[in-house]
């Protein structure tokens, strides 16, 4: 997939995977994978949510597009833990996708080395993501934390089971899998 099919976006994030197809060693780039699913949550809303639920998510905003908006971004942001070395490094577990973390290596976006089986347990990417976005939503929008967390539960649930304060105090107290800023 070319760059020219998501502009706006650097180098590093471009070079960012989401999945990977052992059968055909194919790749896609989770700026394709984000895109995309911000464009399903929009379609749900427009088709498929009834509306009283809408109605009822409308009035928690201040101007009632603001939901359909919100629904979008909550599902395109969904995988965005996978924006992180936690994620990424698994590349390397899958015979024939190391090359993925050399890709994001070139471009700055650095994985510890990791041993499967050993002390260390990699935090699941929804659980990341939980992290990366409150994170973002205090630091660039002054969210309280509680509030950043309640607006990001859809993201670090949606492999059905919400984090835990714990688990999510873990990532603040030792964030090598989160990642650096870049």
Request: hydrophobic letters at 40%; aromatic letters at 8%; charged letters at 20%.
């Amino acid at each position: 997939m070319g760059a020219a099919e998501e502009p706006g976006f650097s180098g590093a994030a471009l070079s960012v995977w989401a999945k990977t197809n052992a059968q055909d060693g194919d790749w896609m780039r989770l700026t394709r994978h984000l895109l995309d699913s911000s464009a399903v949550g929009e379609m749900l809303w427009d088709h498929w949510l009834p509306d009283n639920l809408r109605r009822l998510l409308s009035e928690q905003f201040p101007d009632p597009g603001d939901a359909r908006i919100a629904l979008g971004f909550l599902a395109g942001i969904h995988d965005i833990g996978k924006a992180s070395p936690g994620f990424a490094v698994k590349a390397r577990l899958a015979p024939g996708f190391g090359d993925l973390v050399d890709r994001m290596a070139d471009h700055g976006l650095i994985c510890p080395a990791y041993q499967p089986g050993g002390f260390t347990k990699l935090p699941p990417h929804c659980r990341l993501g939980q992290h990366l976005a409150t994170e973002w939503l205090i630091e660039r929008y002054e969210f309280s934390r509680p509030d950043a967390i309640a607006f990001t539960i859809p993201v670090g649930m949606h492999h059905g089971v919400p984090p835990t304060s714990h688990e999510l105090q873990d990532l603040q107290r030792d964030p090598i899998w989160v990642g650096s800023p870049a």
